[in-house]
């Protein structure tokens, strides 16, 4: 009967707590969603590659290597020699190598040189095959794969000519060896989806005309020419490496960041993930302090709104201290009341909270590559719920002892 | 002679802060069944009477005691368990919680009330419910208003809901603070005539505060509020 009068007092109170609740469900919505994000964007990070034992790339950061060689964000600041590259590939720890080479584009998408074997080796979200939506692989020179975002943004489908632009955001391009789509990779929620892949020798065959990164004036070799020309990389960007035991790896690391030829680095993907998880944390508990802050605003709202209402319910209190309440009982009604609507606000913040991820999903996998999946809440999650209605019973409990003190001292006439 | 209904010997409250209002009562015995009718003008000190009776604010000195039992001896919370076991409380208006419906404002002080939920309980068949739809029968309430929200009777009703409240499971003291004085003249004398069948019917002693001398007719007993009590202002400041 107490909940059910409490209820009927919350009711009676609609409009104000009904907007003290949307305040609460607005905040819980906006914290729950920041985590979603947070996470969803790590599992998103960490699902990115697998399978894969070291990078190896010019001397730099761990971060930086693992930034531009797979996520293809920021650019390599050396390459690596292909002499270096045929030294490794010759170590007996190696069991496979991807060569790398990036530096062009397509429109705003990345352009990978790479050869057949990315194709077999390259694994995701634990151990996944990258599969063929629509044609097939690199056969010839000038035939690129793209992913599934390029083919949606742009609108292209197998067959399709396709002119790489030098550099990353040129006007110069290489209009006179125009590719041709051979193939879509389907969808895998990676940066492979916003890639379009070349063969190696692609590479080389469009920039034979260039030196030192201008095109040289005048010379224009003909297209048979390239063909029959040895189009064998001077230097790549990056290589993934498989080694043939998991126990190999620290030794092979160690043999690739001492290698006396060429400044050299090789990273475990999980431990650069690490560090970067390090950097963006800051940033992350940020986030979360903001949102946390938010919350609290809200609970702190509501705090405002009861105190603000007490007056207006002396009369109410006095009914039920006349009746018998004991003072710890109008105590307990205003904790209880301030409960409900956090616990509305709650489910009604996660309510909104799962209806906007449901539509903003696909947008969100557009634009960042980052597939939120819609779960059941997390153990944190319903932690955090929890909390939030215990903070709200704590923050009620302010106008609740002053409720206590008046019932005590305003006897059983109110004047109103 | 058999306990009194309500006995106040030699008591005194002020009211705290600056300049309280002071009473003091030295004697004053409500016996069982009695129905007194206290007079006074407005101000002089009836709700802090009343207050003081029921245990609502507790005496400085002096002895309160219902039905032998003393209030100034029962630790606070008991004293609210004892209060809604032992009294029916009507206030002069605004008695009911306005989002509630008439049933629950009905029950509600057998909410914290075991022994007297009880008797209402056992009143007859189908429970304190019943005894709750029979009490707004006989106080001539339409049919059908026990589901109703309270805010929405007329303020006559609401006073008939509130004396149906203070009788539900027969507590020994009816108190009421000119429970009439938001009434006409002839509602007025329906409401006291019901109320007084009611009380009768459960065998409850009756006391009520007004500063309308009208009313005195109807009663067994009639006292001035200074007859029995001194009051000051600003005594002990
Ligand atoms: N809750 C309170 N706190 C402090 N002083 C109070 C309180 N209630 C009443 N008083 C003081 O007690 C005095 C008597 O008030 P009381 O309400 O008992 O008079 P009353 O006879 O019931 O008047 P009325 O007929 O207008 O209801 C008031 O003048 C006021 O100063
Ligand atoms: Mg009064």
């Known amino acids: ?33 920041v985590e979603k994000v947070r996470t969803g964007a790590r599992d998103s990070f960490a699902d990115t590659i697998s399978g894969t034992d070291l990078i190896v790339g010019a001397r730099s950061g761990s971060v930086q290597l693992l930034l531009y060689s ?30 790398i080479s990036l530096g062009d584009s397509h429109r705003q998408f990345r352009v990978m040189g790479t050869t057949q074997a990315f194709f077999e080796r390259y694994r995701y979200r634990g151990g996944r095959a990258l599969e063929m939506a629509q044609g097939h692989g690199l056969d010839d020179l ?9 083919a949606a943004t742009l ?29 879509i990779v389907a969808r895998t929620g990676t940066p492979v989806d916003r890639t379009v892949i070349v063969s190696l020798e692609a590479i080389e065959a469009i920039h034979v005309d260039w030196q030192g990164g201008a095109q040289v004036p005048g010379r224009r070799t003909p297209v048979e020419a390239i063909r029959e020309m040895d189009l064998t990389p001077t230097a790549i960007t990056a290589a993934l490496v498989g080694t043939e035991s998991r126990l190999q790896i620290f030794g092979l690391q160690r043999w690739i960041n001492t290698y006396p030829e060429e400044p050299l680095l090789a990273v475990l993907p999980g ?10 944390g800051v940033a992350e508990t940020a986030l979360v302090a903001v949102s946390a802050m938010v919350v609290v605003t809200a609970l702190l709202g509501m705090m405002a709104m009861i105190l603000s209402s007490l007056n207006e319910r002396r009369r109410e209190m006095a009914i039920w201290r006349a009746m018998g309440a004991r003072p710890v009982t109008i105590l307990g009604l205003l904790v209880l009341e301030a409960a409900l609507m956090a616990a509305l606000g709650a489910l009604l913040g996660m309510a909104l909270l799962y209806g906007a991820l449901a539509m903003a999903r696909p947008w969100i996998d557009a634009s960042f590559g980052i597939w939120l999946p819609i779960d059941p809440p997390s153990a944190r999650e319903v932690w955090v719920l929890a909390s939030v209605i215990g903070g709200a019973a704590l923050a009620s409990l302010l106008p609740a002892l002053r409720a206590y003190r008046m019932s005590l001292a305003d006897g059983m006439m109110v004047r109103i | 002679m058999t306990d009194a209904a309500l006995t106040l010997s030699d008591v005194r409250f002020t009211w705290p802060g600056r300049g309280g209002f002071t009473l003091s009562c030295p004697d004053f015995r409500l016996a069982q069944g009695e129905r ?32 032998g039992t003393d209030l100034g001896a029962l630790r606070s919370g008991a004293r609210d368990g004892f209060r809604a076991e032992h009294f029916g409380l009507i206030f002069q208006q605004f008695n009911l919680l306005p989002y509630a419906s008439v049933a629950d404002n009905i029950l509600l002080p057998l ?83 019901l109320l007084f069948d009611q009380a009768a019917t459960a065998g ?11 009313l005195g007719a109807r009663f067994d007993r009639v006292l001035r509020l200074d007859e029995i009590a001194a009051t000051a202002r600003g005594v002990a400041a």
């Open chain 1, 1 to 33: 009967m107490i909940l059910r009068l409490a209820i009927g007092s919350l009711l009676a109170r609609g409009l104000t707590v009904g907007m003290t609740v949307l305040a609460i469900a607005l905040s819980v919505g906006l914290f729950v969603g």
């Open chain 1, 70 to 99: 797979v996520f293809r964000i920021g650019n390599a600041t050396n390459n690596v020699t292909w002499e270096s590259y045929l030294d490794i590939a010759a170590r007996p720890e190696v069991d496979w190598i991807v060569p």
């Open chain 1, 142 to 150: 000038y035939d690129a794969v793209i992913g599934a975002d390029v």
């Open chain 1, 155 to 183: 609108g292209y489908s197998v067959g399709d000519p396709i002119v790489v632009s030098h550099g990353l955001a040129s006007f110069t391009d290489h209009a006179d060896q125009p590719f041709r789509v051979a193939g």
């Open chain 1, 271 to 280: 431990v650069a993930l690490q560090e970067l998880w390090q950097i963006v």
């Open chain 2, 36 to 67: 007194l009718l206290l007079l006074g003008p407005s101000g002089s000190g009836k709700s802090t009477f009343l207050s003081l009776a029921c245990g609502i604010v507790t005496a400085d000195a002096g002895k309160v005691s219902v039905g």
């Open chain 2, 111 to 193: 909410r914290f009330a075991p022994a007297r939920r009880a008797r209402a309980t056992n009143a007859g068949a189908g429970g304190a419910r019943a005894e709750a739809a029979r009490l707004c029968a006989a106080l001539t309430l339409p049919d059908g208003v026990m589901a109703m929200p309270a805010g929405r009777l007329s303020v006559g009703q609401q006073q008939r809901v509130a004396v149906a409240r203070a009788l539900i499971g027969q507590p020994p003291l009816i108190v009421a603070d000119e429970p009439t004085s938001a009434l006409d003249a002839a509602a007025q004398d329906v409401f006291l005539g």
């Open chain 2, 204 to 214: 409850s002693s009756l006391l009520m505060v007004s500063h309308d001398d009208r």
